[in-house]
């Protein structure tokens, strides 16, 4: 089955419901089920109305619960006819850590002037987050966070109670979140680097993942965070607590992790954790680095990710939300040249060569998506990144779009997927094994 992963711009129901978007997602899903195209809907794709910032803080705020409620239903309503997969939240670490701690992304909200050196020291701003650091508002980066994701999962839990109590029996959907994983694997052998590794996905996986499968946030934050972290009520911790049918996964690539037993001088969701990260161990690279400073290719880490969730989160039904490479978006190439992407097409088959690893071994996959269809603009890295399959000519200003050798690649591999092999040079059977093991 083919489908597309996208989302719905949000506004405020006391505005108004605009029937001009209304009709254009109509539109849009129904154009997609005419090509036998299945969609799958995200929610929140990190869009809040200005005014609800303006107004009360936006997700510092516990009044966005009852406001996402309101925008969740209204897209139930009006598309749960023909959309039988939502999500709620993508990525709600992304917009956490990016908008509350580093800065980064909208509010634009975090560290003091002088934790500034030691955010870019600590910080794994993935999407381009790094080059956007000098246009932070200071806010408070030790419990700022920690309120938004709060939020953020109780957003997350009602509109899975409202679907699942008023929309899922009739229109047959499922509902689920889909979070970001760079896995963290220990940089030694030493039993702290890999306690240290464990509270690096803690931090980033766990935050999200483990309240709605518990209901409760994962032990190594309550103890390191303390008072700082919220708590569910019992109320709101079983509302919370199974609020998923499947879990989403953005993957794209792992670090190295190692225990930091320095004290902080100051509070900060970057230092809580007491992780310290690196793309190296012993000058050697995790694996090779794409368009982005934060993309390396690792694709062992997805085999990782898989059988952790698998064993820590009671075997849940997953979706690959994302996954995918960059390339630098090299203007002195002709598009001829730029159609030449074996790297995105080496990129994939190692993944799903360690996705179908992993799901021999009993991890509960339904789908994978590709990030992405088109060159686009990739949030603070725009345009100097490609990750489409799709290239997209910028400069003719008719924004041209031809297939890269990988979608040739995904065509071929979709239709006769036996003719294709996963990987071009398979690894011996002791080198995979060591890899899995965490030797290099």
Sequence with gaps: MCALYFGVLGGRLCHGVSKEGVQFYNDLIDALLAADIEPYITIFHWDIPQCLQLEYGGFLHERVVQDFIEYSEICFWEFGDRVKYWITLNEPWSFTVQGYVAGAFPPNRGVTPKDTEETKKHARLHRGGGKLLAAFKYGN??????????????????????????YQESQGGKIGITNCISWNEPLTDSQEDKDAATRGNDFMLGWFVEPVVTGEYPESMIKYVGDRLPKFSEKEEKLVK??????????????????DPTKPTTDSYFTDSHTKTSHERNKVPIGAQAGSDWLYIVPWGIYRVMVDMKKRYNDPVI?????GVDEVNDKSKTSTEALKDDIRIHYHQEHLYYLKLAMDQGVNVKGYFIWSLFDNFEWAAGFSVRFGVMYVDYANGRYTRLPKRSAVWWRNFLTKPTAVPLKN?????????KRLRGST
Excluded at 319 to 323: D, R
């Design 141 to 166: 980066p030790g419990t700022e966070p920690y309120k938004v994701a709060h939020n953020l999962i109780l957003c997350h839990a009602h509109a899975v109670d409202i679907y699942r109590t008023k």
């Design 242 to 259: 199974g609020s998923y049918d499947f879990l989403g996964i953005n993957y794209y690539t792992s670090t190295y992790t190692s225990d």
């Design 319 to 323: 979706y690959i939300t994302e996954n």
């Design 425 to 433: 040079e398979p690894e011996k059977s002791e080198d995979r094994r």
